[in-house]
């Protein structure tokens, strides 16, 4: 559930103002509201000193070995602004040389078909009337150039010769001249060489200097929780000798602040945040609900404060999804495996082991799934070996049936939670009828799509839906506003209804598109069999590559269209618009 916020405004003397937000910090429980935009030397000085920690910091992690323990090269440093700056430095000049190689590189294989030469010995030979000049001709034209020239064939390719044209007196013919390069192609090779033994001493140089990255680390936490108390100090709101600061809280939490507030003789006001605050979105769950949480921190979604927490809808309807998507026993016994791998090595550096209780729940209800419809890597090679548990779901039509249930079914309870929301008043009844129009909706699919017959009342489902969006949307006295309304909101939004049901056909579509994939593996490699060492091993490859490659995608299909479809579609028939941000308190 989204916690209820209250606005708190804090007021002290001037002259307390730093401690009082010294306190603040200590108790960890207001969302700052700055009340005008912090600015000032001290916080420019600041972001300053981030920028150039972040940038070295970068800069060393990606130096850093990861194969090398850490404990054995962690060092630190006293003044980590002269490591900083030396790091980004000399990341400056290895960037500089690489850039240099590239143009190098170029050069050298555009002019290694010329041969190696002194540009300088050219340019001496021309102050003594000696002309040396390069040209690319073709082989023909040779024959045609005038006695008096001497000329030497460098190379020759498709049909083009590269020469080089000596003669005393400047050369007028009908061919472009090659401007030679400044320096000569052994140079460039020596200088290329030389460019690369400088890049190395400046990468063993940055790995040598990966070790500070600790120190750099605790003084870039160090100036964030600086800068944050100076925003704050130059957020306040001031009147004369009197400073404040306004920010919001849980509502449970109030009375702390409070006595804090009376033993510090601090003003304190409590209100209700009004219609146009910008208040913070903070979501507390019973701990079953919230292993959901690591999947909104990966899509980085928020409701607004005014919003709905769909958590438990989210965890439901999405366990089902990744199930039927997935659609394949064995592959989640790999992810099960993997996630307990993942566990094993990481589960002690993370402070939340949410993200584990996800991996199993939803790798459980692919290996359900899976032996539900009795598809283990594949359906074909277990015909006639391992019966479903339910031979139904082995239909593609039942399963299409069951994917359009499932669609009215989860977009009726977006339509029927709003519904409970609204009432008593009568505007309720418009989402009742957007709940009909949805089955009527699922109907229709079904006679669409699967050639099922109409339900011969079914149509009133739509009748009676229509009449009371159309009634209820808006309801008023003056009857053209209410019709109106209605009206405007039943076309804008009918069809979308019956194409967000038919949607949720990407359930089965997935889910075909994955035991597909895993059989045409399957019968590939057994047509090559097992009959010797080759075969056997070209066999196993391919059952392997078969197998990883569902398990690379089959999580990518999850998050396009299992995301999706709570994201989007419930959402958006219950009109979350994830317009929200979290709530952050300062905080030590």
């Not at 449970?252 to 913070?280: C, M």
Request: glycine share 8%.
């Amino acid at each position: 559930m989204i916690v209820p916020m209250k606005k708190a405004t804090l007021l002290m003397q001037a002259k307390d103002a730093g401690v009082v937000v010294k306190t603040l910090r200590s108790l960890g429980l207001l969302h700052i509201e700055h009340q005008q935009l912090p600015k000032g030397k001290s916080i420019a000085v600041l972001q300053d000193d981030l920028a150039l920690l972040a940038n070295a910091i970068g800069i060393a992690a990606a130096e850093e070995q990861r194969w090398q323990p850490v404990s054995e090269r962690v060092k630190r440093v006293d003044d980590w602004k002269p490591c900083a700056r030396h790091i980004i430095e000399l990341q400056r000049r290895l960037e500089q040389l690489k850039e240099y190689s590239v143009t190098l590189i170029q050069a050298i294989s555009e002019w290694e078909h010329w041969g190696d030469f002194d540009p300088e010995s050219v340019r001496q030979l021309e102050r003594k009337n000696i002309y040396v000049k390069l040209y690319q001709l073709p082989v023909k034209e040779i024959k045609k150039l005038p006695q008096t020239v001497t000329v030497q064939v460098l190379s020759k390719k498709a049909g083009m010769a590269r020469c080089m044209l000596i003669s005393r007196t400047l050369l007028e013919i009908p061919f472009k001249e090659v401007i030679p390069p400044k320096v000569g192609l052994g140079k460039m090779k020596a200088r290329l060489a030389e460019g690369r033994r400088a890049m190395e001493v400046i990468r063993n140089e940055l790995h040598g200097l990966s070790c500070h990255q600790a120190t750099l680390l605790q003084a870039k936490k160090t100036i964030e929780k600086e800068f944050e108390f100076n925003e704050v100090l130059a957020g306040m709101g001031q009147e004369y000798e009197i400073k404040y600061v306004t920010g919001y809280i849980p509502y449970d939490k109030t009375d702390s602040l409070i006595h804090y507030a009376q033993n510090e003789h601090w003003g304190i006001w409590i209100t209700e945040p009004s219609e146009d605050d910008k208040v913070p979105t903070l979501i507390r769950n019973p701990r079953w609900v919230s292993v959901i949480s690591p999947m909104f921190k990966l899509i980085e979604v928020i409701p607004g404060y005014r919003e709905l927490d769909i958590s438990l809808w989210f965890l439901l309807f999405f366990s089902v999804f990744f199930g039927m998507l997935i659609g394949d026993a064995g592959i989640g016994v790999i992810f099960l495996l993997l996630t307990f791998y993942a566990q094993r090595r990481w589960a002690r550096r993370l402070k939340s082991q949410s993200a584990f209780a996800l991996f199993y729940l939803l790798s459980a209800c692919a290996v359900i799934w899976g032996a539900l419809t009795g598809t283990f890597f594949g359906q074909e090679w277990l015909l006639g070996r391992v019966k479903p548990l339910m031979p139904s779901l082995r239909n593609d039509a039942n399963v299409q049936n069951l994917c359009f249930f499932i669609g009215a079914l989860h977009l009726s309870i977006a339509h029927g939670w709003r519904f409970l929301i609204k009432l008593p008043a009568l505007c309720a009844l418009a989402d009742a009828g957007w709940i009909l129009i949805l089955w009527g909706g699922f109907f229709l699919a079904r006679l669409l799509i699967l050639s099922e017959a109409f339900p011969g009342q079914a149509q009133w489902l739509f009748i009676a839906g229509a009449g009371m969006v159309v009634l209820f949307t808006n309801p008023q006295k003056n009857i053209l506003r209410c019709l109106g309304a209605g009206i405007g909101n039943l076309l804008l939004n009918l069809v979308n209804s019956f194409t967000d049901v038919v949607s949720y056909i990407r359930l089965f579509a997935v889910g075909l598109a994955t035991v597909a994939v895993a059989d045409s593996f399957n019968a590939m490699a057994m047509g090559i069999g097992f009959n010797n060492f080759l075969s056997g091993l070209a066999t196993a490859l391919i059952l392997i590559l078969g197998q990883a490659l569902n398990v690379l995608l089959g999580p990518m299909s999850v998050l396009v269209h299992g995301v999706r479809l709570n994201v989007l579609e419930f959402c958006s028939h219950l009109d979350i618009k994830w317009s929200g941000f979290a709530y952050r308190p300062l905080k030590e």
